[in-house]
């Protein structure tokens, strides 16, 4: 237990060099995490415009289930970093266990309530009676199998938060192979498999994420971070609840804001056509593609900034987020520029249609230049999060993604139809940005908490 104390602990040696060695190993974990929409929608595009316009419309839903896990896994890294830094052992495992059971508990309810929706919720979001069809194929399987795809989410946030990334984004990383070569099988019926199209891509995903829940498990287990006597006794089952949905629930809520507004934006694009639907779809999938260091940045910081929070170092909180937000305005720069010149041979390969690719170039062209000042909500949320307040991390984008994102998008598209909508976007992000990132620094200088210049 020594040898793995001694590792866990952040609140020694080099910020820097912590911050490579958390964000490094999740870079090839989130892109793991994120080629299973990727990898899905570019086979399913395969199959036309209709089926993709169809995956379109599952992302947001799918995205926001995903987002009250992230929230767990917020939750989960949150407190497990605090009690390492306070070198409290005893609670980690037995919350970590609770959190585990509070993940299927959460899993069961959710595909409880999501079946019987389906057809009012995405008929709410413009979907219309033959995309509906290939819908439902996608959404009941899974529905079904939302415990598999929530409960490595979790507990490879609690493997991070006791300084762990590699093992974490290795698991991932296995799934996200296993759903790249079966998905092809199962979609397009291949080596004497039937064609099942969006109901294989969803069965992929759920196969390749069984693998990673067993093995981060085992791993968890062998790491001394996952008892299965905590979930049979439930002793103090109470208290890991309350330690855990103060943060969940916040920071839940705010991860799936994004699915409800890309939801929203989807209903208003459906107004020109499905290939504006099909087109902003590949976008988002794009777009989290290329910000994958943006998120490991996030994610990786997050430990870091947790344990010194919990052992009260407060100068060695304030470097980690002076060097993650000044490398996220320079990453976000690059990616934006490289959208911008590479626009055109992205379009070609997601589709074939002239106005499709039209609608997909306007977004690379316009909504990525707001990138580098979007992320730095981005990151705020990150560190409240980590110090244990995600109400202002939920504040920054409840006002952010609700009463600006939303009015706005209806406005611009009023004004310029698909053209105006993409640039509401951006200018909301640049605005927020640059609001939340001066208000955050005040905030925290007049605490006296972090910032103290």
Same mark, same amino acid.
């Given at each position: 237990?020594?040898?793995?104390?001694?590792?866990?602990?952040?609140?020694?040696?080099?910020?820097?060099?912590?911050?490579?060695?958390?964000?490094?190993?999740?870079?090839?974990?989130?892109?793991?995490?994120?080629?299973?929409?990727?990898? #899905?929608?570019?086979?399913?595009?395969?199959?036309?415009?209709?089926?993709?316009?169809?995956?379109?419309?599952?992302?947001?839903?799918?995205?926001?289930?995903?987002?009250?896990?992230?929230?767990?896994?917020?939750?989960?890294?949150?407190?497990?970093?605090?009690?390492?830094?306070?070198? #409290?052992?005893?609670?980690?495992?037995?919350?970590?266990?609770?959190?585990?059971?509070?993940?299927?508990?959460?899993?069961?309810?959710?595909?409880?309530?999501?079946?019987?929706?389906?057809?009012?919720?995405?008929?709410?979001?413009?979907?219309?009676?033959?995309?509906?069809?290939?819908?439902?194929?996608?959404?009941?399987?899974?529905?079904?199998?939302?415990?598999?795809?929530?409960?490595?989410?979790?507990?490879?946030?609690?493997?991070?938060?006791?300084?762990?990334?590699?093992?974490?984004?290795?698991?991932?990383?296995?799934?996200?192979?296993?759903?790249?070569?079966?998905?092809?099988?199962?979609?397009?019926?291949?080596?004497?498999?039937?064609?099942?199209?969006?109901?294989?891509?969803?069965?992929?995903?759920?196969?390749?994420?069984?693998?990673?829940?067993?093995?981060?498990?085992?791993?968890?287990?062998?790491?001394?971070?996952? #008892?299965?006597?905590?979930?049979?006794?439930?002793? %103090?089952?109470?208290?890991?609840?309350?330690?855990?949905?103060?943060?969940?629930?916040?920071?839940?809520?705010?991860?799936?804001?994004?699915?409800?507004?890309?939801?929203?934006?989807?209903?208003?694009?459906?107004?020109?056509?499905?290939?504006?639907?099909?087109?902003?779809?590949?976008?988002?999938?794009?777009?989290?593609?290329?910000?994958?260091?943006?998120?490991?940045?996030?994610?990786?910081?997050?430990?870091?900034?947790?344990?010194?929070?919990?052992?009260?170092?407060?100068?060695?909180?304030?470097?980690?987020?002076? #060097?993650?937000?000044?490398?996220?305005?320079?990453?976000?720069?690059?990616?934006?520029?490289?959208?911008?010149?590479?626009?055109?041979?992205?379009?070609?390969?997601?589709?074939?249609?002239?106005?499709?690719?039209?609608?997909?170039?306007?977004?690379?062209?316009?909504?990525?230049?707001?990138?580098?000042?979007?992320?730095?909500?981005?990151?705020?949320?990150?560190?409240?999060?980590?110090?244990?307040?995600?109400?202002?991390?939920?504040?920054?984008?409840?006002?952010?993604?609700?009463?600006?994102?939303?009015?706005?998008?209806?406005?611009?598209?009023?004004?310029?139809?698909?053209?105006?909508?993409?640039?509401?976007?951006?200018?909301?992000?640049?605005?927020?940005?640059?609001?939340?990132?001066?208000?955050?620094?005040?905030?925290?200088?007049? %605490?006296?908490?972090?910032?103290?210049?």
């Amino acid at each position: 237990m020594t040898t793995h104390r001694a590792k866990a602990d952040l609140t020694q040696g080099d910020i820097r060099s912590h911050l490579m060695r958390m964000t490094v190993p999740m870079i090839w974990g989130i892109l793991a995490i994120v080629s299973f929409q990727l990898v #899905d929608a570019y086979y399913i595009s395969r199959l036309g415009t209709i089926p993709l316009a169809a995956f379109s419309f599952t992302f947001p839903v799918t995205y926001g289930i995903f987002s009250l896990f992230i929230g767990m896994s917020v939750a989960t890294s949150s407190v497990i970093s605090r009690l390492a830094g306070a070198q #409290d052992f005893e609670s980690i495992k037995r919350i970590t266990s609770h959190a585990m059971f509070l993940v299927l508990i959460i899993s069961l309810i959710i595909a409880a309530i999501g079946i019987p929706l389906l057809d009012p919720l995405f008929r709410a979001c413009g979907a219309d009676d033959h995309s509906l069809a290939l819908i439902k194929s996608y959404m009941i399987p899974y529905f079904i199998g939302t415990f598999f795809v929530s409960m490595p989410v979790v507990g490879n946030a609690a493997l991070r938060a006791m300084g762990d990334a590699v093992r974490p984004a290795m698991i991932m990383t296995l799934a996200a192979l296993v759903n790249a070569a079966v998905a092809p099988i199962l979609v397009f019926g291949l080596w004497g498999f039937p064609r099942m199209e969006l109901h294989g891509a969803a069965l992929a995903t759920i196969s390749s994420n069984v693998i990673a829940m067993v093995a981060g498990l085992w791993l968890m287990y062998r790491r001394g971070l996952f #008892d299965l006597s905590h979930i049979l006794s439930l002793h %103090q089952f109470g208290d890991s609840c309350r330690r855990l949905l103060v943060i969940a629930l916040p920071a839940g809520i705010t991860s799936a804001l994004p699915s409800f507004v890309n939801a929203t934006i989807n209903h208003i694009l459906a107004k020109t056509s499905l290939a504006a639907v099909a087109a902003y779809g590949a976008a988002t999938r794009v777009e989290a593609f290329t910000l994958v260091i943006m998120m490991a940045l996030s994610i990786g910081m997050a430990p870091i900034i947790g344990q010194n929070w919990g052992a009260r170092l407060f100068p060695r909180v304030h470097q980690t987020i002076r #060097d993650a937000l000044f490398f996220s305005i320079i990453w976000s720069i690059f990616v934006a520029v490289c959208l911008f010149f590479f626009a055109r041979p992205l379009a070609a390969l997601f589709g074939e249609t002239a106005e499709f690719q039209s609608y997909l170039i306007l977004f690379f062209m316009m909504v990525p230049i707001s990138y580098p000042l979007s992320n730095l909500t981005n990151g705020w949320g990150s560190v409240f999060n980590a110090i244990g307040e995600p109400k202002i991390s939920a504040l920054f984008y409840l006002i952010k993604l609700i009463f600006l994102m939303i009015p706005a998008a209806f406005i611009g598209y009023s004004i310029d139809q698909v053209r105006g909508t993409f640039i509401a976007i951006a200018l909301v992000n640049i605005l927020t940005g640059l609001v939340f990132h001066f208000w955050a620094k005040r905030h925290l200088n007049s %605490q006296g908490k972090i910032l103290n210049r």
